[in-house]
Structures are given as structure tokens and as C-alpha cells.
């Protein structure tokens, strides 16, 4: 069942308000594996990073005063679509839209807030694709982003200590 949930977008200009939220909801959610994952501990510098983008946008749902989860991701540089060498032709249109991260609290899941974070986020968005990665060793999300409309496209391993991921491309508007 689909909790009633106020969803709030945010910008650029509003990560000092929310980077507090986005990095609490991430420790909760990966409690269990952050003292010895230093990929992990690392997400602080990458809420930074993208939030630093102009073009950040964020979604963060509440039921009540509880945090549920967040989407955010940000446009990608125009001429840098990196996701572009796993694509033979690669797609005549490609500004694109990087969908950095999905976050929803345990108690949460399952109940139709991950789609609805999803569907928010990228429906405020104009560009032509969006793309994003999933951890290979995590073959339900993967299946999940599928059921959304995304394919994958190749694999990935950005940093030497990230995991390898799945590059996954999703044509704008979602259908």
C-alpha cells in the first residue's frame, strides 16, 4: 500500500538545507555496512558533488515529520555522455540527465515510494535520456529500473573501489 507522502523538490541552492537529510537517510539505510565499506563513506562527497551542479535537482519525500527516501541526480555536460561507448549507434539525441541516487528508508519499501520518488524526479526533467548504474551484485534493482523503462546498455567501474555497475539508459519522457 502506497503511504501518503508529500513529495518536495529541491535545487542547487537549497543543499545546505537538505545535505544534513541526504546524508542521514544514507547512514540509516546502509547502517549495517558503512564501518567497513570506505566506497560507502565516501557518499558525502558525492552529495557535494552533484548537489554542487547548477542543474541539481532533488526530490525528498515525507510522510508526517519522517524522511521516507530521496531521488536526485543532476544534467550531465553537453559532449561528455560518457554512457555513450556502450552504445553502438549511439542515440542522435543525448543531453542527458545522470540519476545519481535512490534512497528509501526500510520501513518504506515496498510500498510504491521508490516508484513515485522515480516518477517525480524525472517527470520536472527535459533532457533526452537518463541514465544511471546499479551494482551488479543487486540483480532485483536492476530488475526493478527494467520495470521502469530502463536497459542496460554495458557495465562500469567508475572509481578503482567502486563496485562494477550495470549502465542502465531510459528514453525521456518516461512512458
Not at 66 to 73: K, R, S, W
Not at 145 to 166: K, T
Request: net charge negative.
Amino acid at each position: 500500500m502506497t503511504p501518503a507522502l508529500e513529495l518536495r523538490h529541491y535545487g542547487h541552492d537549497d543543499l545546505s538545507e537538505i545535505r544534513q537529510t541526504l546524508i542521514g537517510v544514507h547512514a540509516d539505510v546502509h547502517a549495517d555496512r558503512m564501518a567497513d565499506d570506505e566506497f560507502r563513506q565516501k557518499f558525502p562527497w558525492f552529495v557535494d558533488h552533484w548537489g554542487g551542479s547548477p542543474g541539481f535537482s532533488c526530490v525528498i519525500a515525507y510522510e508526517g515529520a519522517d524522511v521516507v527516501g530521496f531521488a536526485y541526480g543532476a544534467p550531465g555536460a553537453e559532449g561528455r555522455e560518457w554512457w555513450r561507448e556502450h552504445l553502438d549507434p549511439t542515440p542522435e539525441k543525448g543531453r542527458t540527465f545522470h540519476f545519481s541516487e535512490l534512497m528509501v528508508r526500510e520501513q518504506w519499501r515496498k510500498t510504491g515510494a521508490a516508484e513515485r520518488l522515480h516518477r517525480t524526479l524525472m517527470d520536472a526533467r527535459n533532457e533526452d535520456l537518463a541514465v544511471l548504474l546499479v551494482d551488479v551484485t543487486h540483480p532485483k534493482v536492476e530488475a526493478l529500473y527494467e520495470s521502469w523503462g530502463y536497459r542496460r546498455v554495458g557495465e562500469d567501474q567508475p572509481f578503482p573501489d567502486s563496485p562494477v555497475y550495470a549502465v542502465m539508459l531510459v528514453d525521456l519522457p518516461l512512458s
